[in-house]
């Protein structure tokens, strides 16, 4: 057993989740700013950007909890971390009330929907992902998930100390 907790939705020593999150949340936070551009503006290409881009990021935010669900679920010294609950029930929130949003966009019509419940509901989003995200961090700088502890270390390998008992350290 690798001394971290280990992540198997990987390419190599790569995890996956870290590579794919970036996406959704881009487009999730790119929703807001498009909705403030039309409050501002009143042009309606940003009320159509704003319902794509939380369309796009609910699509990679599920493509990303593929990922994640795979790590969590498949190693149990994850499941054990509370960080790595407050992660996934937040990510999870924040996916249901982009689909919300989306929807109401969707039905009333994406300028319809922005004043005032859609961007506050795209702002509660970015709230959630805020915190979400700085539960992630945790996960790997607190708990060092998916971290390899010395250079050249490959997941399966124990950790060796170096140079007099240094160890470095590096995410995977």
Aim: glycine share 10%; charged share 15%.
């Amino acid at each position: 057993m690798t001394i971290n907790p280990k992540t198997t939705a990987a390419i190599g020593d790569h995890p996956l989740h870290p590579m794919l999150i970036p996406f959704p949340v881009a487009c999730l936070v790119g929703a807001p700013i498009a909705d403030l551009a039309f409050i501002g503006t009143g042009d309606n290409f940003w009320a159509r950007a704003a319902m794509w881009l939380i369309g796009a990021g609910i699509v990679m935010a599920l493509v990303a909890a593929v990922a994640g669900f795979t790590d969590f679920f498949s190693e149990p010294r994850i499941r054990r971390l509370n960080d790595a609950w407050y992660h996934m029930v937040g990510n999870l929130a924040a996916v249901v009330l982009a689909l919300i949003n989306f929807y109401l966009r969707y039905a009333q019509g994406a300028e319809a929907a922005i004043k005032p419940g859609g961007v506050v509901l795209s702002l509660i989003v970015v709230g959630i992902l805020l915190f979400t995200g700085w539960k992630g961090w945790e996960m790997v700088y607190r708990h060092h998930v998916a971290v390899l502890d010395a250079p050249g270390q490959t997941s399966s390998e124990p950790v060796t100390p170096q140079h007099g008992g240094e160890s470095h350290r590096r995410a995977a």
